[in-house]
């Protein structure tokens, strides 16, 4: 049987919509975009028009996820979009001002890796031992803020040990120079300065941490320089890039990584842990579904530009 065209007008994004979302849309939400000093990457901010001395600024990376926050008929506050978001594992960030920090800031240290002999293979007692390395890594509210912001496989396991998106609207801490990064502004709406930002983030040693990654020696000679990385969940390079990451958690990738905890519980052969090459090629699923969800962007890019910027 043919499959029957969807009617434009069933899309919000179209003016003959009844509910066309330009119309329908909560007028105290405001949308800016944001340009980064010293990048060619853009994002957008959400602003509240009532919120005048906002805590923290609410950034967000997809068109996408800005209609989506857009759409939420009970949304009336920041604080409502950052527990959507955190919801779905999609990826944004709150910031606060550099001028609104105060006490010094420590320099970030460094969490180690561990590196095992050429030939190691993990067992169940090794993951079990991962999962409480990675459990008490997030028992640092920055880090647990951090690790939930940052979306997608990050924000998954974390989930495993953050029981509320409450972490985020407790924070941001003050001792940003060990867990933030800074962030600049392009000037905006007449002004000559720059703005200073700060959020907190993960390092990359601590996104290999949760990922659950090992340093595999090449050879007997034990040098640092000839290593390759196991892990029990892909690294973050190889998640993006695969057909699981769509920007937001979903059905697949929630099916993938339930099926992925079982076969390392249940102590399964086939529940080994992977180098990058093998993990690229275990999740790289529909490559017509990157495809897609590239364009609803799009069409989403094209809806803002035109409509709310």
Known sequence: ?????????????????????????????????????????????????????PPYKLIIYRATDILHCLR???????????????QYGTRFNVYVDEKNLVGPQHARFQDAIPYRPLGFKPEISDYAYYVRKRGTLLEDPAIARAALMHGGLIWR?????????????????????RYGM????????????????????????????????YRIYRSTSASNSFTQDLSWFPRQRSFTSSGLDLGHWNADAEDWYQRRVQLYVMGDPKGRC????????????????IRTFKGIEAVSQGFLNRQLL
């Open 72 to 86: 939420l008929p009970n949304a009336t506050r920041l604080d409502d979009l950052v527990e959507e978001l955190c």
């Open 182 to 213: 800074r962030h600049t502004l392009e000037p905006q709406g007449g002004s000559r300065d720059r703005c200073h930002l700060w959020t907190e983030s993960l390092s990359e040693d601590q996104i290999d941490i949760i990922c659950g990654v």
């Open 274 to 289: 992977l180098n990058q090459s093998q993990w690229k090629g275990n999740i790289r699923l529909w490559r017509t579904t």
């Open 157 to 177: 396991i974390a989930m495993e040990h953050v029981s509320s998106s409450d972490v985020i609207l407790s924070g941001p801490g003050q001792d940003m120079g």
């Open 1 to 53: 049987m043919p499959a029957c065209p969807i009617s434009r007008r069933w899309w919000d994004m179209n003016p003959e919509a009844s509910h066309y979302l330009s119309r329908c849309r909560k007028p105290e939400f405001v949308v800016r975009l944001v340009r980064w000093c010293n990048t060619s990457k853009t994002s957008y901010e959400i602003l509240h028009i009532h919120d005048t001395n």
